[in-house]
């Protein structure tokens, strides 16, 4: 199932924004022009490649497993409640606890075998037989305020009229008025709150060639500075960032400023490390250091250094403060009181350093009233108003993905930060960026927003029908699970299509000519077209489609876009060999300035690896200093296990 039309084309735009900001920076720097080429098909892999380079560990377990479900944990999903719908997301075992806790469903909580995601998954229909009742007893809303107590990530999923009538989103720059020729409505504004020169709050859509350039402009081919001789800089080399983000959203985003050249610096505690590592903490786990096999850490992590500081202990916080006396960015994903209980707030990094960019990527943003709001990148997707527009009209709202908004959310940070960095190259001063995350989700369902803000209707859930072209949708092929997406996108295929069919009739029938046409008999037509999937292989049904000039392309599984026949051709996939892993896949970003992608230039970091590197080297400590941080336990390269977690508190208790 999928949501018409143009999720691709968005994150292309973000990507390709990205590769221009960047070279902007880097042409201030070396006095170079950069011209890039990019690729929509891999620029769309952003959402799927921690999984898909995961299937190289696990094999293809990676399967869809039913609407609103999702490997590697459960529950996560949208369930029915006494009024509206919730979206649910647990992932650690605190969160697992927590949500039986309050359905008052102890035996389930307190099941051994039920201690992780994948756990659960074996268990789905057991498990929601026993919580699905109790949800009905209760709204959405009180739901969710209940859980916000308890910190567990849920939210109510809004409908498309929701989204318009929410006050905060106005205020926030979400929601923005639009002008369309004589008529007014909304659509979803900029989600880069860059708070020192925020963006505009709407405005009105051309007309088709109102601002045309002068036709003594047309044909001028455009100038790109000739490339400056010596070795070719990257753009965003001699930018230093300080990465206090975990996970994928934040990763995502300072993955992307190092593999461009910069000099990122990820921070993270024996206590408290990146949550992609794992979070489990039981010694097994930590013992056999299966926090360092994490591929999905790996994927995001890697062009970057690593240390470890404890952040809650006077010294951790001062060597901390020291390196970002000297830097130009700092990101951090946490809820968005976390850094400024520490002391490393906005109002005091400012003023040891003018210069400084900060971003803050949580869930709803520093000022919104649901700012303690627990999430994840499922949550981000669950309250965007897009599962709501998605899947059968007769269906639940439908989620695309596990965590579509943790690669939405970390894009959109990349380019809010890159945008801030230019104006801070140009002026010396920094700014905040208070990126709600959620926000970065709303796009996606914008066509659905300025449609009902201006006519007022219900909108209409497309399943994998498209309100343009017919036919469009997923047509299964021979095998299991095999599928393919045929889309007549303009009436010009139509009839290539329908001679492949061995329908000559409907080629040349007139009152098929039309999209509108076609509209009556799609039911017939989509019968057609399964039927001449189905009796072939997935790769063979998309060749003969597309040398007709039909588009179409199959719908491939995690495990299988490793050997897809384009990425291989492309060089997309490279080869990186890391301590604890080996030689292991990864991905390329989608745009390049060669015929060759951007190289890898290291492995991820495992957990403190550079600590001797960073704080003796750049910050000047002796090598007694670092060993006594060490004895210490504010700096460390191993995780602690609960046990020892336990015991620390306890000791910085009392």
């Keep these: ?18 590769a221009a900001a960047a070279s902007v920076l880097g042409g201030k720097q070396d006095g170079r022009g950069r011209s890039h080429r990019l690729s929509i098909f891999e620029s769309s892999i952003a959402v799927t490649e921690y999984i898909m380079f995961e299937s190289f560990t696990r094999g293809d377990i990676m399967r869809r497993i039913g609407v609103n479900r999702f490997w590697p944990t459960f529950p996560v999903g949208i369930y029915e409640t006494k009024k509206g719908w919730l979206g649910i997301t647990t992932v650690t075992p605190a969160q697992w606890r927590a949500f039986c806790e309050m359905l008052g469903l102890s035996a389930l909580r307190d099941d051994p075998t039920l201690f992780m995601g994948t756990d659960r998954l074996q268990r789905m229909e057991e498990i929601e037989s026993e919580f699905i ?3 009905k007893q209760r709204t959405a809303q009180e739901w969710f305020e209940e859980g916000l107590r308890r910190k567990i990530p849920i939210v109510p999923v809004p409908g498309i009229s929701d989204l318009i009538a929410d006050e905060e989103k106005r205020v926030r720059g979400a929601i923005v008025p639009i002008m369309i020729g004589d008529e007014t409505g909304f659509t979803a504004g900029s989600m880069q709150r860059l708070t020192g020169t925020p963006p505009r709050r709407g405005g009105a859509v051309p007309d088709i060639g109102e601002q045309m350039l002068g036709s003594a402009h047309a044909g001028e081919a455009v100038q790109v500075p000739a490339t400056s001789k010596g070795r070719e800089r990257l753009a965003l080399e001699g930018i230093r960032v300080v990465d206090f983000s975990m996970g994928w959203a934040g990763p995502v985003c300072t993955r992307t400023l190092a593999d461009l050249g910069a000099d990122v610096i990820k921070i993270e505690a024996t206590q408290y490390p990146d949550w992609w590592r794992g979070v489990d903490r039981r010694p097994a786990y930590v013992m056999e250091q299966m926090y360092e096999k994490s591929v999905r850490y790996c994927i995001m992590n890697r062009n970057k250094r690593g240390i470890t500081l404890d952040l809650t202990r006077p010294r951790g916080l ?39 960019v900060m971003m803050s990527m949580s869930a709803f943003g520093a000022g919104s009233v649901h700012r303690d709001c627990r999430a994840y990148g499922s949550t981000l997707e669950q309250g965007s108003g897009l599962p709501g527009v998605v899947g059968d009209p007769d269906g639940p709202p439908a989620m695309s993905h596990t ?90 295929i139509w009839p290539k299509l329908a001679r492949l069919l061995d329908r000559d009739d409907w ?130 390269t191993e995780m602690l296990m609960e046990e020892q977690l336990v015991r620390q508190k306890k000791r910085a208790a009392g």
Excluded at 7 to 18: D, H, K, V
Excluded at 405 to 433: M, P
């Design 1 to 18: 199932m999928q949501a018409p039309d143009f999720q691709t084309g968005i994150l292309a735009g973000l990507w390709g924004f990205i």
């Design 133 to 135: 009742p109790w949800l």
């Design 318 to 356: 001062e060597l901390a403060k020291r390196l970002l006396a000297d830097a130009d960015l700092v990101v951090d994903n946490y809820s968005v009181e976390v850094l400024p209980k520490l002391g490393l707030g906005y109002d005091v990094l400012s003023k040891l350093n003018p210069k400084l």
């Design 403 to 492: 965590a579509f908004g943790d690669a939405v959310g970390g894009l959109n940070g990349c380019a809010a930060v890159l945008t801030a960095l230019i104006h801070a190259r140009l002026t010396g001063k920094g700014q905040f960026i208070d990126l709600a995350q959620i926000e970065c989700m709303m796009p996606f369902a914008a066509p659905w927003i300025i449609a009902h803000s201006i006519d007022g209707k219900p909108p209409v859930k497309y399943g994998n029908r498209h309100p343009d072209f017919v036919p469009h949708g997923c047509f299964p092929c021979k095998g299991v699970d095999s599928w393919i997406v045929v889309a007549v996108s303009s009436d010009a």
């Design 507 to 636: 080629a040349s029938d007139p009152k098929l000519e039309t999209a509108t046409g076609r509209r009556a008999i799609e039911s017939e037509i989509e019968v057609a077209v399964a039927a001449w999937t189905s009796a072939r292989d997935p790769e063979a049904a998309m060749n003969t489609l597309q040398a007709a000039g039909v588009a179409s392309g199959v719908a491939r599984l995690p495990i299988e876009l490793l050997n897809d026949p384009q990425l291989q051709a492309r060089g997309f996939i490279q080869q990186v060999d890391r301590a604890f892993i080996g030689l292991h896949p990864q991905p390329s970003m989608p745009f390049r300035e060669t015929n060759k992608p951007f190289p890898i230039r290291s492995a991820p970091p495992t957990l403190g690896e550079h600590n001797r590197e960073i704080l003796g080297g750049m910050l000047g400590l002796s090598d007694a200093e670092i060993d006594q941080l060490a004895r210490d336990g504010i700096i460390g």
